[in-house]
C-alpha cells in the first residue's frame, strides 16, 4: 500500500527550529517530485517547498526561503523540512505530498498521494 507518513511536528518558541520527516512506504518515489504543503485553519493549503526526483532541485515559497530546508534520502525512502527561525505564521498543519512526474510544480492539485499531516505550532 502507498503510504506516507509524515513525523516531527511539535510546539516551539518562535526563533526555534524543527525537522519534519516524511517516511515513504509502498512504492519508491526517488523519480518524483516531493512537496510539503501547509495548512492553517480556516486557510486555504498553501506550497511551502518541493525537491525534483531528476536533477534534486529545490524550489521554495517566498515566506519560508533563507529558513527552510527540503532535502531527500532515497535510499530511505524518506524527505525531509528543516525548519528554522520559525515563526508563528508557520503554524499549520504539514502535510508531505508525491507528485505524478519528476518536475517541481506548486499547485497541491498536481500531487498524487498525500500524508496525513503532522501539527507544527510555533507559539510567539
Known amino acids: 500500500q502507498v503510504r506516507l507518513v509524515e513525523s516531527g511536528g511539535g510546539l516551539v518558541q518562535a526563533g526555534g527550529s524543527l525537522t519534519l520527516s516524511c517516511a515513504e512506504s509502498?512504492?519508491?518515489?526517488?523519480?518524483?517530485?516531493m512537496g510539503w504543503f501547509r495548512q492553517a485553519p480556516g486557510k486555504e493549503r498553501e506550497f511551502v517547498a518541493g525537491i525534483g526526483g531528476s536533477d534534486g532541485g529545490t524550489y521554495y515559497a517566498d515566506s519560508v526561503k533563507g529558513r527552510f530546508t527540503i532535502s531527500r534520502d532515497n535510499a530511505k525512502n524518506r524527505v525531509y523540512l528543516q525548519m528554522n527561525s520559525l515563526k508563528p505564521e508557520d503554524t499549520a498543519i504539514y502535510s508531505c505530498?508525491?507528485?505524478?512526474?519528476?518536475?517541481?510544480?506548486?499547485?497541491?492539485?498536481?500531487?498524487?498521494?498525500w500524508g496525513q499531516g503532522t501539527q507544527v505550532t510555533v507559539s510567539s
Open positions: 509502498g512504492r519508491t518515489f526517488s523519480n518524483y517530485a
Open positions: 505530498a508525491v507528485k505524478g512526474g519528476p518536475r517541481i510544480v506548486t499547485s497541491d492539485r498536481m500531487y498524487t498521494y
